[in-house]
């Protein structure tokens, strides 16, 4: 029998809500309201003159030929950072947790990238890839004869920085992925290997399904990363560039509203930013979770 | 209040070590300039403190020039703006529109009682920054040029000669291909070297209504036939392996570093930085290469660098600090001082002749490249400098725009033309925010 609970005040319900209540509505919903209101405005970066001008930021945008590129370079980004990241999260995470020595140090290693801010890793891969310093540049030359230069080459700065950001959330999802793993019955698995399946069977059909509300959850934060936490490695890296080859839709946002100070048009773009990510995000929550089993 | 409250006891706290009674007033100073050279530009600010007892200076390192400006300009929405800040020269129109935001030096100068002798520039540089009128708004500080680095050693084992003309360059980057340097030619900044300083060095408009001075009406002109040819000719010289793109800003400089380019075009402000890192190779500076197909002799070049603005909404006690502190900052020695250990070229002529006097040019050959074809000749509307809105996103455009040629997307045509037609909206926009 479930008892409910109900608080005899009439207010306290509403008192005790109201930091959280009081953080959402300062730090979310108001400037996401702002960002709404500028983006119909065109105004000097001073805030001198503001002159509303109805759609006019949003159709500016969508006449503009590199803008609608960034959305495809955006997709492919995030496809394959989200892709890349997990695949191999997953991967080392079955590995760890079959390692019975020296567990924890494993672990750590593995967990370590994570600690590095997304600048600092930007730098890092910006030093390694460089075509007249980087370590891995030379390496690629000398062996493989790739003549590697991102300045030039947009698919060459696409694929860097897709590695780079997938290297800098390969821990986060490792992470989860092994205290999933961790949390499975041992003795499922001891069944399935008394009655004869293999290491790979075992895992395709009762791990993998097992860990599939883990693999959800990643997936829409993978997500949500790759769209919005990245701006650091692309500014660090190739701030946006060969071209546009690597212009993400944030990354434009960063360029449209620090560098070049429209904010009109900066905010209309991350009002049709985050349409988007809400778009997703329900449609994920809509279709893609029930095929998780909890 | 709060405010208040602390800069009361910031002063309190000064004068106590100080162990002075007199209140002294603080102003804020905001600057971009990173490592070595921000040393030197708070160094500016420790000395002037020092000097008299009625003005304490905060000079505070910002970010890039991008984020400097971004954070002064976001300031002075919310009402908390530094009293002093540097902008890039690119930000330049930006500020100026902004009549209610920025007091303009000329005027602070007057108000304060204090000489300020706009003649006392060099004309790079006074046609550069002052407005319409006549007037400078903002006090020049660092100033740099484009220059042609050489690798000395590697033009001598080859006996080779150092060029002075882009047909010359091309021979003289076969020459080196051939004795193995990777990718003979190299540049930074390419949107001010290849397309700005390019026009300038060859007197052509880069925009019209006299590169924008005279209005905000104003639209590209890069797309003509002389630009196009240089980055076609450039572009042919990248098919032939003797230029390699080392990307925006000054990110190519490590294929000078190394000795993978042996004629690389950027800022004369590199020599600072090159003494340090330069060991294996003997290098200086020559002037940029001509097109004779375009001009038999160079116009001049333009400058790049910074401007001090000083900002309104402060107290009198404030502005007159602010004054002083410029006051300072343009004096004779402090510019020789500045422009002999960072590359930046000495603004003032009488800057420039304490640096003669003291045997720097002599001592440093190639340091007076950059001075010379700044003063080259007088100034014309094509060579003065340009004043484009919207401008930092432009050179974006520029930069996105040649490496679509670069990588072979893009003939040259093509690329210059997209970037008029992009450059063009954004000027487009920046006129209907301001006019």
Redesign the interface.
Known sequence: MQKRVVFRHRWLPYLLLAPQIAVTLIFFIWPAYQALETSFFLEDVFGFNRTFVWFENFTALFSDGSYLRSFWTTLIFGLSVTLLSMSTALALAVAANRVLRGKMSYRTFLIWPYAVAPALAGVLWFFMMNPSLGIVAYMLESTFGVDWNHYVNGRQALLMVIVAAAWKQISYNFLFFLAGLQSMPKSLIEAAAIDGASPARRFWTICFPLLSPTTFFLLVVNLVYAFFDTFAIIHATTSGGPADATAILVYKVYSTGFVGQDYGSSAAQSVILMALVIAMTVVQFRFVERKVQY | MKKHLLATVATLAVSAAAGQAQDRTEIQFWHAMGGQLGERTDAFATTFNEQQDSCTVNSVYQGDY??T??AA?AA??AGEQPNIVQVFEVGTA?MM??E??IYPVHQLMEDQGLAFDESSYIPAVISYYSDTDGNMLSLPYNSSTPVMWVNVTLFEENDIEIPTTWDETIDAARALKAAGVASPLGFGWQSWTMIENFSAWHDLEIGTLENGFAGTGTELKINNPAVVGHIDRIQTMAEEGLF?????RG??R??FV?G?AAMWINSSAYFGGFEADIQDFEFTQVPMPIDTSVRAEPQNSIIGGATLWALQGHEDAEFACTAQFLDFLSGTEQQADWAQATGYVPITNAAAELMDERGFFADNPGTDVAINQLSLNEPTSNSRGLRFG?F??IR?VI???L??V??G?KTAQEALDAAVT?GN??LR?FE???S
């Open positions: 991008t984020e400006m971004t300009i002075f929405r930006t529109a902004a209610g935001a390699t793109y080392g990307g925006r990110d190519s490590p294929q190394n993978e919207n930092v996103q974006d930069n996105e725009e490496e679509a670069w990588a997307d992009r909206a954004l926009r209907a925010t301001n």
